[in-house]
């Protein structure tokens, strides 16, 4: 699986992006896709994802409330609208893919089961 991550750019706090995450392949519907982010001098961390089976999201608390992922099958697209953002937003955001090998969703909160990743794309957040 190969992943594009689009949509970064520049905004000012309050503001809306909505990040989209390209993938190739026939299996997209199979992944768990999720979306995380690293900002500068600190570690990556999590931020949301949505099952491949059922299609439950989970967010991180720090953007519950704020963001909404989705995906789009027929497009092989997963999306991330991100809502009254902050300053501490502000990082670099990559797309993930993760196999349905978990039936539990807890370890999709963590990096471990994503086996594929995009290049990232850059949100800076100005106060």
């Known amino acids: 699986v190969q992943l594009q991550a689009f949509g970064g750019g520049w905004v000012q706090a309050g503001g809306s992006v909505r990040l989209s995450c390209a993938a190739s392949?026939?299996?997209?519907?199979?992944?768990?896709m999720g979306w995380f982010r690293q900002a500068p001098g600190k570690e990556r961390e999590f931020v949301a994802a949505?099952?491949?089976?059922?299609?439950?999201?989970l967010y991180a608390d720090s953007v519950k409330g704020r963001f909404a992922i989705s995906r789009d099958n027929a497009r092989d697209t997963v999306y991330l609208q991100m809502n009254s953002l902050k300053p501490e937003d502000t990082a670099v955001y990559y797309c993930?893919?993760?196999?349905?090998?978990?039936?539990?969703?807890?370890?999709?909160?963590?990096?471990?089961?994503?086996?594929?990743w995009g290049q990232g794309t850059l949100v800076t957040v100005s106060s």
């Open positions: 949505i099952r491949g089976s059922g299609g439950r999201t």
């Open positions: 993930a893919a993760a196999r349905e090998t978990y039936y539990s969703s807890t370890i999709y909160y963590t990096a471990r089961p994503y086996d594929y």
């Open positions: 392949g026939r299996t997209f519907r199979s992944y768990t």
